[in-house]
């Protein structure tokens, strides 16, 4: 496949000659300083879409053993809760690459104030539906908002955090997905003994919504974003209120070097264009994805962002997330959704962990700590499902408990979801969603909806067919296969995936230009991530 020259566009540090020491000037930033309150103030605003897209994943999970026959007069069969739970994927699938192309075009925060409207009217349909299709097509609506709203809330963070605490901010925005899905099943189990207490759980997601169209007249647009639309001054002032008035050296240092990856992109597009001063839509969506495809450097970033963002999906997660009730009811428990609320609290807790870590321990480094227990975790609940004494799995209507005569299997099973779920919150719930920082800003947009995608087109495919695979291979082989699944990706990760922790957004895709930088990253780990790496290999340190 030929390799076209889409190098312009790459890091500031890979620059030419004639630009090195300003590129050096203007890239060494200071890594110690802590965000400024603003920072924080903002994340946690936008991070109310995270609230809002885990409630709304996670409520599905207690709506389905409440909701009985309230829709179209009968008791859900497993395809139609099966098409309940995966629509929303499906939904948010089609949602992502559209959400990239807005926020290129209109900005992030125009993006985030579309998805608080659909959330709100998807949760307020689903509360008056009166029939299973009727339900199916609210969860769409949500699948839209969750799709536009996954890709771009980690985006509109990354591109405002400073380099050496983007992850753990980018991780805040989880830690409000897990929150909301640990409020789901809160009030799912306050609300499951109420008559047609099912629509309250769904409308209630409807209230976030208004706090956040609230809180979005004081939210700045993303600087990078502006200075891509001509407006200097406003990056200018975001940047200042991001570090802070006692560090406008540093403010002005990363405005320059915005700029000139900028001038980078534009330059490409003249050389390649020449008769053309602007692009159309159509040819600028051409553009992009010729140098997300053609440049083996962003080849490679893509290649990553969704390894990662697949197997998350892939690794069954969501099938807990969506199902435990079901699982639990089955199993014999006598409150399920009380039950579920443990799988929400420790993946909230745990994620609060990665949080605290990442920026410590680095990207790579907790995936590869973290998925081996996950793939403990996943055959403990294999091995227990097989000394169950009635099968779990049944086509009927109705749920039927397990009637084994011993609690210790039931009880090895919710165990051992727990140390799975720890494990995944540590490491797959959150590293996957910093895929913004593989990519330069001219395919930053269209590389996160593409790996954006690939997570809905997992979680469509776990959402359909998790209770088939249950009926039709049985729970061992179900979740022995999620365990493969999880053994391959981390080999895969191994591999190809280099430490990206302390990088900044314009250093990240130099690792990516020559190789997967696996080794390169590990020769340099002890030294200071803001030097240009090029340099150091050269040995010419500035």
């Known amino acids: 496949m030929p390799d076209h020259d889409f190098t312009l566009d790459a890091p500031l540090i890979s620059q030419s000659s004639n630009t090195t020491s300003q590129a050096q000037e203007t890239t060494e930033l200071p890594v ?31 709506t389905l053993v409440s909701v009985g026959s309230d829709l179209s007069q009968r008791h859900l069969t497993t395809f139609d809760k099966s098409l309940v739970t995966s629509s929303t994927s499906l939904f948010a699938l089609v949602a992502s690459p559209l959400a990239g192309l807005i926020a290129d075009n209109l900005g992030r925060k125009r993006v985030i104030v579309i998805a608080d409207t659909l959330f709100a009217l998807g949760a307020l349909w689903q509360a008056f539906t009166r029939t299973v299709w009727g339900m199916i097509f609210g969860r769409s609506i949500v699948g839209l908002a969750v799709g536009g709203a996954s890709l771009v809330v980690p985006l509109y963070i990354s591109e405002l955090s400073p380099s050496t605490y983007r992850g753990r901010l980018v991780t805040l925005s989880i830690l409000f997905i897990t929150f909301g899905q640990m409020i789901a099943y809160i009030i799912g189990w306050w609300l499951s003994t109420t008559d047609h207490g099912w629509r309250w759980m769904v409308g209630l997601g409807a209230g976030p919504t208004v706090v956040q169209l609230g809180l979005l007249c004081y939210m700045p647009e993303t600087p990078r974003w502006l200075m891509k639309s001509g407006n200097t001054e406003g990056a200018r002032h975001a940047l200042r209120k991001v570090y802070g008035r006692d560090d406008m050296a540093t403010a002005e240092g990363v405005l320059r070097a915005i700029d000139m990856e900028i001038l980078a992109e534009q330059q490409y597009q003249i050389t390649n264009s020449p008769n053309k001063a602007h692009y159309h839509c159509l040819e600028k969506l051409q553009c992009q994805w010729g140098a997300l495809y053609y440049n083996r450097g962003h080849r490679r970033a ?88 009635k099968p779990i799995h049944s086509s009927s209507t109705d749920i039927q408990p397990s009637t084994t005569s011993s609690d ?47 997570c809905w087109g997992g979680n469509f495919v776990v959402g359909l067919t998790f209770l088939p695979m249950m009926e039709l291979l049985s729970p061992t082989w179900t979740f022995v296969a999620y365990a493969l699944i999880c053994m391959a990706g981390c080999g895969c990760i191994w591999k190809i995936y280099p430490e990206t922790m302390g990088l900044g957004l314009e250093e990240v895709g130099d690792l990516l230009k020559d190789g997967w930088g696996v080794e390169r990253r590990e020769r340099l780990g002890g030294v200071d991530v803001d030097v240009d790496i090029d340099s150091l290999e050269d040995g010419n340190v500035a």
């Open 32 to 62: 110690h300083h802590a965000p400024a309150a603003f920072i924080w103030a903002l994340t946690i605003a936008a991070s109310i879409s995270g609230l809002l897209f885990g409630y709304d994943t996670g409520v599905i999970s207690s």
């Open 408 to 454: 210790f299997w039931p009880t090895l099973i919710l165990v051992s979801i727990i140390v799975y779920v720890s494990a995944y919150a540590l490491g797959l719930g959150n590293v996957p969603w910093q895929q913004s920082e593989l990519f330069p800003l001219s395919v930053r947009s269209m590389g996160s909806s593409i790996a954006t995608a690939t």
């Open 302 to 389: 893509l290649t990553i962002a969704c390894l990662l963002q697949g197997l998350q999906q892939l690794c069954g997660f969501n099938s807990l997330m969506y199902f435990s009730a079901t699982i639990f009811s089955r199993l014999g428990f006598t409150s399920p959704t009380l039950t579920s609320l443990t799988v929400a609290i420790t993946n909230f807790i745990f994620t609060l962990v990665a949080m605290i870590l990442i920026d410590r321990i680095g990207r790579r480094r907790i995936l590869l700590l973290s998925i081996p227990v996950m793939i403990l975790g996943l055959l403990f609940v294999a091995t227990s499902f097989q000394f169950t004494r």
